[in-house]
């Protein structure tokens, strides 16, 4: 599908358009989010694990109110992007303060870019929100998060795991987990997250076009992010992480950390070798 500028027209009334919402930050929520990514997470942040930011402050949309793909049906707080695909691009979050457990989480969100680029599959669209978390009048964290829409890829055939995988790369690998449609299952549910790659097959790779179930963006973010925090002792002041492929099941997600310092790179691959998320953190 190609895009013109009327598209884009259609779009720009929602430049600037924001939503705030709320959330409490409850013990419960802390023991599943830590039930479902131990031992992923960084032993030192005390009593709020990193990442889980990304499970506050939801859209609670009705069931009858999301489109085919799960997804809240278009023209509300985001905009009506004429293509079918929405996925996670990329995202810079910088830590300002902890947040404090059983306290209330205030999200504010403006949508501040909305760009067109075409690509080697066709055109995509680029929304970018920024989203800010506090406690009380105190922000804690802000991040600037790209999502983006493309048209449907043509179904891809299964692709099967060598029977001896690579050796990681040496002096950068620091751990490895099997995703399942367990894990998944359960993060789409504490991320409150109904969009059909991530638990559907059937949906996954005849719909959409996925060799398999997809591995969230989010998780493998949160992933990274302890990764990072555990290199560096402490959570990382910036955090600029970008999504590379899809990562689909089955896969041998590895986790990979290059470190200089106060300053070092991250990333996701699997057993191929295929780099799915990265990110740059620094803890200054």
């Not at 689909?248 to 310092?261: M, V």
Request: a negative charge.
């Amino acid at each position: 599908m190609e895009l013109n500028e009327t598209d884009l027209d259609a779009l720009r009334p929602w430049l600037g358009r924001s939503e705030t919402r709320q959330d409490i930050l409850t013990p419960g929520l802390i023991d599943r989010f830590r039930a479902t990514l131990d031992p992923h997470l960084w032993g030192g942040a005390g009593d709020v694990p990193l990442g889980i930011h990304w499970c506050l402050a939801l859209d609670a949309v009705p069931t009858g109110s999301l489109s085919v793909d799960g997804h809240p049906s278009k023209g509300g707080f985001l905009p009506p992007v004429p293509l079918p695909s929405r996925m996670w691009a990329g995202g810079d979050i910088t830590h300002i303060a902890p947040l404090g457990v059983g306290q209330t989480v205030t999200r504010r969100s403006e949508i501040q870019e909305i760009t067109a680029k075409q690509g080697r599959s066709g055109a995509l669209i680029f929304v970018t929100i920024e989203h800010e978390y506090s406690n009380a009048d105190r922000l804690c964290i802000r991040e600037r998060q790209s999502i983006v829409y493309r048209g449907i890829a043509s179904p891809q055939p299964a692709r099967r795991l060598p029977d001896a995988p690579d050796m990681p790369g040496a002096g950068t690998f620091r751990s490895g987990l099997a995703p399942d449609p367990v894990l998944l299952f359960r993060y789409s549910a504490l991320t409150f997250n109904a969009h059909r790659i991530h638990y559907d097959h059937v949906y996954a790779t005849g719909t959409e076009g996925y060799r398999g179930l997809v591995v969230h963006g989010p998780l493998q973010a949160t992933l990274l992010l302890n990764l990072a925090a555990d290199a560096l002792q402490g959570a990382p002041k910036r955090f600029a992480y970008r999504g590379l492929a899809p990562m689909t099941l089955p896969c041998a997600l590895q986790l990979h950390c290059l470190q200089d310092g106060e300053a070092g790179a991250v990333w996701c691959q699997d057993a191929t070798g295929l780099r799915s998320f990265s990110a740059e953190y620094s803890g200054a």
